[in-house]
């Protein structure tokens, strides 16, 4: 307990002069504590305190447990010096802004205000016209533009190939017989991909097998296997002679034009509903790559990071690869911390309407969520408690099951001791707490935990959706042919939840199943080129139903017929029976059978 022992020195008799020193020391103690602090103007604190003093006058005891309550009371910034009155004089009827910044100098509180969410004024849902048709839909991202785009730079990039190549490639090999693609075998050939997510196999090559334990007739039908090889190879997505070391973001150089495209049909062909929630993601890569991540918690654990904001549905509206120093953000936020700039750079379409973003401790601060509640933007998510403006009295240790929390306007920042402690930030809920059931019985929990448990898993789901059936290969040498792989995925993906919310009753397997006949159905009658010959047809002796019967009488009573397989074995024999189908004298046994079966 801190003691003045400057105030009981004095006579017990002036009682008066005890006041007025006990006031005078005070001030001076908080003067010199607030010009330390480097807080701005000494004479307006001044008055900021004689105010406050005023309003609390009558409140004022010289005892030492008073003074012990009020030194206890730190504030949000992480200074050295410590404000030890509550600003109670501030001014909160500001209605030109309901919703007025956080400030790091009123100090943090044990009770809240009132902290309704912000009002939901997006126009969420499809934005595109309903089609309830898998093909339709998925063409709304794969238009017209993008298909164009891989054909014309396909074409160019095999003519630089073969130009430069010329005298090296073989006699032989299969590139010299290259002829230009077009948009009809692209499209076929993405249709054949998506297929071949619900049917995985090792290689490539054994789609095309003739071996009957593996065959897949269908796509040797469709695309012979030399011209599926070819189009794989010189797949490509921008002129390589633009890329020099000017490039911007050269890093992404070969993809970006697709991803652009494909990220503004994300964001325009569908509007999150209200929760929301971003998120790290993996596209599995374990080649050279000076930006490869390693993220333990991840399915794949290796490979390219992406940060995703995705609907609690798994549609991904927004996303951002990152690529090191080189990152692309909005240019509007590039003078943020890098985690804040994330945050606003992937939610800055959707600021300003009522949004609710969920975070883990990697993104949020306490500068953040005054950022977002400026733009009219709730946020609900764990904080690490070594985060700048987190008061220090929540530093206090708890026993198991108790919670503590302090509130500044809109924000409140809970701390609760489960198997270890929680750190919950929230502009939503308050510190109440719920009664759930689980292995080991009913025990409480905050309100904030249960909610963000639940809408966290956006970005988790959509992963686990990808895992099933996507296109993406094992094995690839070129990492921006496996982030195409990755983004055809999630293309069709969001195909899928926009043709559930037109009303569609397919599961996602069958969705893809149709969708991959439906693109192959309607573009490969269309080729011209490189499809493989069929096979010769089976002889109908084999497939159809034959039975031996005797030969039915003509001019003779008994007619015979030579029997065919004894024939072939320079045999002649006549024999009453014959396949009435196939109009052939055979032996009852065993020719008839050999005939029909070898």
């Known amino acids: 307990m801190r003691r003045n022992y400057f105030v009981e020195s004095l006579p017990a008799q002036s009682l008066f002069g005890r006041v007025t020193v006990w006031l005078i020391t005070k001030l001076l103690r908080l003067v010199f504590h607030y010009v330390c602090a480097g807080k701005g103007s000494v004479l307006e604190y001044i008055y900021k305190m004689s105010n406050l003093e005023d309003n609390d006058s009558e409140d004022i005891d010289i005892s030492g447990d008073e003074a012990d309550e009020v030194d206890g009371y730190t504030s949000s910034d992480e200074t050295e010096g410590e404000s030890e009155y509550e600003d109670s004089g501030e001014d909160t009827n500001d209605e030109t802004e309901p919703e007025p910044e956080p400030d790091f100098e009123m100090p943090w509180t044990q009770n809240g205000i009132p902290r309704p969410a912000f009002p939901f004024t997006s126009n969420s849902g499809v934005q595109v016209p309903a089609k309830s048709n898998p093909l339709d839909i998925f063409e709304i991202f794969f238009d017209e533009s993008l298909i164009n ?275 919950m930030i929230t502009t939503l809920h308050d510190k109440t707490m719920e009664k759930v059931l689980t292995k080991k019985g009913e025990i409480e929990k905050p309100t904030c935990v249960l909610e963000y448990n639940k809408k966290m898993g956006g970005v988790d789901l959509a992963d686990n959706y990808l895992h099933y059936y996507g296109t993406a290969r094992s094995r690839v040498k070129k990492y921006y042919m496996k982030m195409f792989w990755h983004f055809l995925s999630v293309t069709t993906l969001n195909s899928f939840h926009i043709y559930k919310r037109n009303g569609g009753r397919l599961k996602r397997i069958n969705f893809l199943l149709e969708l991959g006949e439906q693109i192959v159905r309607k573009y490969s009658s269309q080729i011209t080129f490189g499809t493989r010959r069929s096979r010769a047809p089976m002889p109908s002796r084999f497939i159809e139903r034959h039975f031996p019967s005797v030969i039915p009488p003509t001019t003779k009573q008994k007619p015979t017929k030579r029997c065919a397989i004894c024939a072939e074995k320079k045999i002649r024999k006549e024999s009453r029976y014959w396949c009435q189908k196939c109009h052939t004298g055979l032996c009852p046994a065993p020719c008839f059978e050999i005939f029909h079966t070898k």
């Open 149 to 423: 785009l891989i054909v014309e730079e396909t074409n160019r990039f095999a003519i630089q190939y073969i130009i430069k190549n010329g005298e090296n490639i073989r006699p032989h090999s299969r590139v010299r017989q290259w002829k230009e693609t077009n948009t009809n075998e692209i499209r076929t050939l993405i249709g054949l991909l998506i297929l071949q997510g619900l049917c995985p196999k090792p290689e490539y090559k054994m789609y095309f097998s003739r071996r009957e334990s593996i065959e897949t007739p269908f796509f040797s039908k469709i695309i012979s296997e030399k011209r599926f090889h070819l189009l794989l190879k010189f797949l490509h997505f921008v002129d390589n002679s633009t890329i020099n070391a000017n490039t911007k973001n050269r890093k992404l150089a070969k993809v970006l034009p697709l991803l652009n495209l494909l990220r503004e049909k994300f964001m325009t062909s569908y509007v999150p509903e209200r929760d929301i929630a971003i998120d790290e993601s993996l596209i599995g890569w374990k080649g050279r790559l000076g930006w490869k991540q390693y993220i333990p918690s991840k399915r794949k654990r290796f490979g390219i990071k992406l940060f995703a904001l995705c609907e609690t549905s798994g549609y991904m509206y927004n996303f951002i690869i990152y690529t090191g120093a080189d990152t692309i953000y909005e240019a509007q936020h590039s003078q943020e911390p890098v985690t804040s700039r994330i945050v606003l750079s992937l939610v800055d379409s959707l600021l300003d309407k009522g949004y609710r973003l969920f975070l883990d401790n990697y993104y949020t601060s306490v500068d953040l969520v005054h950022k977002l509640v400026k733009r009219r933007t709730d946020c609900v998510g764990t904080i690490r408690a070594n985060r700048k403006g987190i008061p220090k009295d929540l530093q206090v240790k708890l026993s198991k099951g108790q919670s503590v929390a302090r509130y500044n306007r809109k924000i409140m920042i809970q701390k609760w001791h489960d198997k270890k402690d929680v750190l």
